[in-house]
Nanobody
Framework: QVQLVESGGGLVQAGGSLTLSCAAS??????MGWFRQPPGKAREFVAT????????AYADSVKDRFGISRDNAKNTMYLQMNSLKLEDTAVYYC?????????????????????WGQGTQVTVSS
């Protein structure tokens, strides 16, 4: 059972930047991703990165503003968020999959992930 712990959330002004981290309890060579749940809305995909870090994919709403990366030596994944907008306010969750080991895949659906963190709140103010 992989444990995931997010950190780095907080309050930031619109246009600002924030970096989220997701620490995993064990090394993984499988895809990981970030999802978010805005207030009163369903969870949505943000970004995903393949096990070796070579492939990434983003939601259209964050493309060109957010950057996903991972450091497998540290068992940690990151989400660099720039040019934050009010609509980026949400609880951000990191997720990891136990499937497709060794395959360079970037799964965009929550159902494709097996492990989830508890979430970290990101609030963007005007």
């Amino acid at each position: 059972q992989v444990q995931l712990v997010e950190s780095g959330g907080g309050l930031v002004q619109a246009g600002g930047s924030l970096t989220l981290s997701c620490a995993a309890s064990e090394r993984s060579s499988n895809a990981m991703g970030w999802f978010r749940q805005p207030p009163g809305k369903a969870r949505e995909f943000v970004a995903t990165i393949s096990g070796n870090g070579r492939r990434t994919a983003y939601a259209d709403s964050v493309k060109d503003r957010f950057g996903i990366s991972r450091d497998n030596a540290k068992n940690t994944m990151y989400l660099q968020m720039n040019s934050l907008k009010l609509e980026d306010t949400a609880v951000y969750y990191c997720a990891a999959t136990s499937r497709w080991t060794g395959i360079d895949i970037v799964p965009p659906h929550g159902s494709q992930y097996d492990y989830w963190g508890q979430g970290t709140q990101v609030t963007v103010s005007s």
